[in-house]
């Protein structure tokens, strides 16, 4: 979700995770495409080096010491649910909060 927001933000953007599901999620996709967002074309992968050596920041969300640690780099860490399993209604809240980390971040210097 954070990468499509960055995106649609004029952004680029990778996104992969320390334990990757076999697909996104369906309520998560519902819930994106509710807004516009269609993520059918995307694919969970594992988050590897190049992908942190790549990014100005590094976005985690709870990967903990599973995470490429690239010294000089930029981290945060959002503490956040994982939508997994989640009804639509906790995915819409998961969903917009992420939305509204990406338009902070944005907006900073």
Request: with cysteine.
């Given at each position: 979700?954070?990468?499509a927001?960055?995106?649609?933000?004029?952004?680029?953007?990778?996104?992969?995770?320390?334990e990757?599901?076999?697909q996104v999620h369906p309520?998560?996709?519902?819930?994106?495409?509710?807004?516009?967002v269609?993520?059918?074309?995307r694919?969970p992968?594992?988050?590897?080096d190049?992908?942190?050596?790549?990014?100005?920041v590094?976005?985690?969300?709870?990967?903990?010491?599973?995470?490429?640690?690239?010294?000089?780099?930029?981290?945060?860490?959002?503490?956040?649910?994982?939508?997994?399993?989640?009804?639509?209604?906790?995915?819409?809240a998961i969903r917009?909060?992420?939305?509204?980390?990406?338009?902070?971040?944005?907006?900073?210097?």
């Amino acid at each position: 979700m954070a990468a499509a927001f960055w995106e649609r933000l004029g952004g680029e953007a990778r996104s992969a995770g320390s334990e990757p599901a076999a697909q996104v999620h369906p309520a998560v996709a519902d819930a994106m495409r509710e807004i516009g967002v269609d993520l059918s074309s995307r694919s969970p992968r594992r988050l590897e080096d190049a992908d942190a050596a790549w990014a100005d920041v590094v976005v985690t969300m709870g990967c903990g010491d599973a995470c490429p640690f690239v010294p000089g780099k930029r981290y945060i860490d959002w503490a956040l649910d994982d939508p997994s399993g989640r009804d639509i209604d906790a995915v819409r809240a998961i969903r917009d909060e992420i939305r509204r980390r990406v338009a902070e971040l944005a907006s900073e210097p």
